[in-house]
T-cell receptor
């Protein structure tokens, strides 16, 4: 059974700090790894990682995948209070139908950025 | 445009009521999903529709009944729910469902309270 583990479970930092969130996975037939940010309601898509060693970047957020060691990290630099959220890592599993996939989420990392 | 809309935003119902949750997307996506999320837990898949046909039912109790009237709409009919069914219900959609690069986009959710 595919497994996604995130660490730490929660984190409190001061505004301006840099944080690194971790996601390790044990999956069969790896296809991609997804990162989402969830504030109060909808998980918002951040990155999809398919290739090892290639950094994806969006503003102050960046993410990289290591397929050999089976983990991914999400970096946030110069954190702001608006970065406070739960960050979810997910593994899409292709279902038997071949036309749909199921997301297996990690438990998430709850990030709180204080002033 | 990566918007998935859901109505209502909040719903309070008694155990004998019948209600429906609605989800809509106009991105031309052919896979749509219902997830259930309890507090401080990651989303859990309930149903998957692919090309308007039910692909996956993750052993969800029959008091939850999904419906996909067309490729843009997804409903979740609720009947005789239990208090433990109180949760955030998230709808998601993705382009194809089976592709390695398929990304699921989530709606804002319906927060359901069963009294």
């Amino acid at each position: 059974e595919d497994k996604v583990v995130q660490s730490p479970l929660s984190l409190v930092v001061h505004e301006g700090d840099t944080v690194t969130l971790n996601c390790s996975y044990e999956v069969t037939n790896f296809r991609s790894l997804l990162w989402y940010k969830q504030e109060k309601k909808a998980p918002t898509f951040l990155f999809m990682l398919t290739s090892s060693g290639i950094e994806k970047k969006s503003g102050r957020l960046s993410s990289i995948l290591d397929k050999k060691e089976l983990f991914s990290i999400l970096n946030i630099t110069a954190t702001q209070t608006g970065d406070s959220a739960v960050y979810l890592c997910a593994d899409p599993i292709s279902l038997n139908t071949g036309t749909a996939s199921k997301l297996t989420f990690g438990t998430g990392t709850r990030l709180q950025v204080t002033l | 445009d990566t918007e998935v809309t859901q109505t209502p935003k909040h719903l309070v119902m008694g155990m004998t009521n019948k209600k429906s949750l609605k989800c809509e997307q106009h991105m031309g996506h052919r896979a749509m999903y219902w997830y259930k999320q309890k507090a401080k837990k990651p989303p859990e898949l309930m149903f998957v529709y692919s090309y308007e046909k039910l692909s996956i039912n993750e052993s969800v109790p029959s008091r939850f009944s999904p419906e996909c009237p067309n490729s843009s709409l997804l409903n979740l009919h609720l009947h005789a729910l239990q208090p433990e069914d109180s949760a955030l219900y998230l709808c998601a959609s993705s382009q194809e469902g089976g592709q390695a690069t398929d990304t699921q986009y989530f709606g804002p959710g319906t927060r359901l309270t069963v009294l």
